[in-house]
């Protein structure tokens, strides 16, 4: 069995503040994916960022990184100097290399003025 | 691309009705898949496809519940019969398994309310 946990259930950050949303995850497998989504208000659900299990080199895209932790089964997501429109709810999710998904419960992210 | 495809965007119906939701993956992917987000449960696979072909379906919450994908364009859930329990919105995502990011596409999902 798998399983993806999202501890925050909600952050309030004000603008500009830097903010980590943790991951933990829970795996048998050796081959598998992480992954980020955000869904803002609107509720589409949009793609961040994958790394498989081979991969913990840590990553940075403009104000988003990420880092992976194997060791401690983590895959935590900073953003650094947060905006208003980062307000959303965050998913952490697991995929096996079969591509069975099973997603964290969400942080609801509020980046205030 | 158009994206995936979800119909109906929003669906109201009565306990007890038949509900069928609609996907149109992106051409091209080869796996499908079928969440069910509400507030309780948070975001539940339901059942993924690949070609085609249901690879599993343990998600899917009891028999009332089924999904069929006829070809690689086209697939169904469908709830026989809709309890208000079933309230949620649905998502249908897509991916493409050799795709180096292999990141699942999501659909707008369906908001559908059994009252």
């Known amino acids: 069995a798998q399983k993806v946990t999202q501890a925050q259930t909600e952050i309030s950050v004000v603008e500009k503040e830097d903010v980590t949303l943790d991951c933990v995850y829970e795996?048998?497998?050796?081959?598998?994916?992480l992954f980020w989504y955000k869904q803002p208000p609107s509720g589409e659900l949009v793609f961040l960022i994958r790394?498989?299990?081979?991969?913990?080199q840590n990553e940075i895209s403009g104000r988003y990184s990420w880092n992976f932790q194997k060791s401690t089964s983590s895959f935590n997501f900073t953003i650094t100097a947060s905006q208003v429109v980062d307000s959303a709810v965050y998913f952490c999710?697991?995929?096996?290399?079969?591509?069975?998904?099973?997603f964290g419960d969400g942080t609801t992210l509020t980046v205030k003025p | 691309d158009a994206g995936v495809i979800q119909s109906p965007r929003h669906e109201v119906t009565e306990m007890g009705q038949e509900v069928t939701l609609r996907c149109k993956p992106i051409?091209?992917?080869?796996?499908l898949f079928w969440y069910r987000q509400t507030m309780m449960r948070g975001l539940e696979l339901l059942i993924y496809?690949?070609?085609?072909?249901?690879?599993?379906d343990s998600g899917m919450p009891e028999d009332r519940f089924s999904a069929k994908m006829p070809n690689a364009s086209f697939s169904t859930l469908k709830i026989q019969p809709s309890e208000p329990r079933d309230s949620a919105v649905y998502f249908c995502?897509?991916?493409?398994?050799?795709?180096?990011?292999?990141?699942?596409?999501f659909g707008p999902g369906t908001r559908l309310t059994v009252t």
């Open positions: 496809f690949n070609n085609n072909v249901p690879i599993d």
């Open positions: 790394r498989n299990s081979f991969d913990e």
């Open positions: 051409s091209g992917h080869d796996y």
């Open positions: 999710a697991l995929e096996t290399n079969a591509g069975k998904s099973t």
């Open positions: 795996t048998r497998d050796t081959t598998y994916y």
């Open positions: 995502a897509s991916s493409y398994r050799l795709n180096p990011d292999n990141e699942q596409y």
